[in-house]
DNA sequence: CCTACCGATCGGTAGG
DNA sequence: CCTACCGATCGGTAGG
């Protein structure tokens, strides 16, 4: 490599695999994953379509990697939001309140996972599914334990519960009127009313 | 036509428009609108892609009319369930109880509506989103009216109610445990409890 | 209802 | 990081 021979070899790296999951998270969630075509991953990042390998394996790879880590970041959550707390009704108002929380500041990854888990390939989408599945488990759990309903019913509150905060990527706005946080305590108010428990 | 002559003028109309518009859904439910080829609603109705134009006119077609007939039923549904009904209360209750019923008997219509809304084009897009927000802006409006929470919360809590429904189109399952009505009956419950009524 | 076919675009590779 | 290019598939049309 000769000194200042060329000026293009300097000028390198504005492009990483993090600004290509990025810019796929952002289309991902506008559009969904069959909606989104790689020539527009590439265009918002202003390079060229096979440009984006270098970052990448597959298009494929880019929904995986997304969905994973976000399922695996949400049960997380709701471990460390219920360790050592005794208390059901506390435990049950915080796994809540983190699940709401997560859906207000991590929005597009949010709706990427609840669209487009069926545009993942096995054997991620069923890995995924099994993480949700006891996740969902667990709140029916905590619902079951309270008290508060009969047992036939917990499973429905679980399941409103959840979805109620989902729903929390479709409107949350970060100049809105509320924080995540004000959001997020609401919800879980919100939940232990549906557990029967406020 | 010579009586007899040719056999096979008698075994058609096998394929009609509502036919193509039911495999349709079920496709769009599934897979979402581009995860949806017309080779595979064609495959399902057993006839060739080219075959599918006798009974409509763009795939574009297709979604629309599910996604705007299916908005103004809901629209249709909200303004009987509050007709002629006095009590506040009992306005939200019955316009919870028919949304979610709907959710749950026309769950294929729901999974469209609330996933691939993106993909619709103009303007039919915009009537859809207008009608949604109008019935969602009844909603704010039936709790705020009903006093149960400040005015700031009503808005969160119709969001919650409304979006706990459509759910019920993710994991309702006819041969569950409980029936439409009764799945319909607790959520319009938990709305009352959401708007701080109960 | 079909076969034959269209241009456009898809995800991805070769080879620098 | 690029140009050039691949086979496959897309929605849709022509013409019976």
């Known amino acids: 490599m000769?000194?200042?021979?060329?000026?293009?070899?300097?000028?390198k790296t504005t492009v990483s695999p993090a600004a290509v999951r990025d810019a796929a998270l952002t289309l991902f969630a506008?559009?969904?994953?069959?909606?989104?075509?790689?020539?527009?991953?590439?265009?918002?990042?202003k390079i060229r379509t096979p440009s984006l390998y270098n970052h990448m394996r597959a298009k494929q790879d880019l929904l995986r990697d997304i969905v994973a880590?976000?399922?695996?970041?949400?049960?997380?959550?709701?471990?460390?939001?219920?360790?050592?707390?005794?208390?059901?009704?506390?435990?049950?108002?915080?796994a809540t309140r983190v699940?709401?929380?997560?859906?207000?500041?991590h929005r597009r990854e949010a709706l990427v996972v609840?669209?487009?888990?069926?545009?993942?390939?096995?054997?991620?989408r069923g890995n995924v599914l099994e993480l949700r599945r006891r996740h969902a488990q667990a709140f029916r759990g905590?619902?079951?334990?309270?008290?508060?309903v009969d047992r036939e019913s917990a499973t429905l509150a679980a399941f409103g519960i959840l979805e109620m905060c989902v729903s929390i990527a479709r409107w949350f706005r970060e100049d809105g009127p509320?924080?995540?946080?004000?959001?997020?305590?609401?919800?879980?108010?919100?939940?232990?009313?549906?557990?029967?428990?406020?």
């Open 99 to 105: 699940y709401a929380l997560r859906h207000a500041t």
């Open 69 to 94: 880590d976000t399922t695996e970041q949400v049960w997380a959550d709701y471990e460390e939001a219920v360790e050592g707390v005794d208390d059901v009704a506390e435990r049950l108002r915080n």
């Open 114 to 124: 609840n669209r487009d888990i069926a545009s993942l390939e096995e054997p991620a």
């Open 142 to 148: 905590l619902i079951e334990e309270a008290g508060g």
């Open 2 to 11: 000769a000194p200042g021979a060329v000026g293009k070899s300097e000028a």
């Open 30 to 45: 506008e559009r969904g994953y069959h909606g989104t075509a790689l020539s527009q991953i590439a265009a918002e990042l």
């Open 178 to 198: 509320l924080t995540a946080e004000e959001v997020a305590a609401k919800y879980s108010e919100y939940a232990l009313r549906i557990a029967g428990l406020a």
